[in-house]
Nanobody, 127 residues
Framework: VQLQASGGGLVQLGGSLRLSCVAS?????????IGWFRQAPGKDREKVSC??????????SYADSVKGRFTISRDDARNTAYLQMNSLKPEDTAVYYC??????????????????WGKGTLVTVSS
């Protein structure tokens, strides 16, 4: 199982980026929650957003710090998750990691609850 994140880069205050995470090695990503964490220099890794298994009642969660600015989505046909990040701020600067939890529903969405991590993609927001 591999998670390959991409889409990071350098952007100015107020700019946008879209991160992608391609999951390989899953029989079907449909049955797993997927989402994003980030880790800024000198800080702990923190939750950003999670989307539960694809269904008519998929549940989505966001950290308070990104609500209204970030949007998570998934395309299970492509085994890919996305994080659209708008109105970026310098405090969003971090390495962003996509992740799949050990509990497929995503009910234990925390650093300790993650089974698979991607390698991370760096997002830098300049002021």
């Amino acid at each position: 199982v591999q998670l390959q994140a991409s889409g990071g880069g350098l952007v100015q205050l107020g700019g946008s980026l879209r991160l992608s995470c391609v999951a390989s090695g899953f029989a079907s990503l449909d049955y797993n929650a997927i989402g994003w964490f980030r880790q800024a220099p000198g800080k702990d890794r923190e939750k950003v957003s999670c989307i539960s298994i694809s269904s008519s009642d998929a549940r989505i969660s966001y950290a308070d710090s990104v609500k209204g600015r970030f949007t998570i989505s998934r395309d299970d046909a492509r085994n890919t998750a996305y994080l659209q990040m708008n109105s970026l701020k310098p405090e969003d600067t971090a390495v962003y990691y996509c992740a799949v939890p050990a509990v497929p529903s995503g009910s234990t969405w925390s650093v300790s609850g993650i089974e698979y991590w991607g390698k991370g993609t760096l997002v830098t927001v300049s002021s």
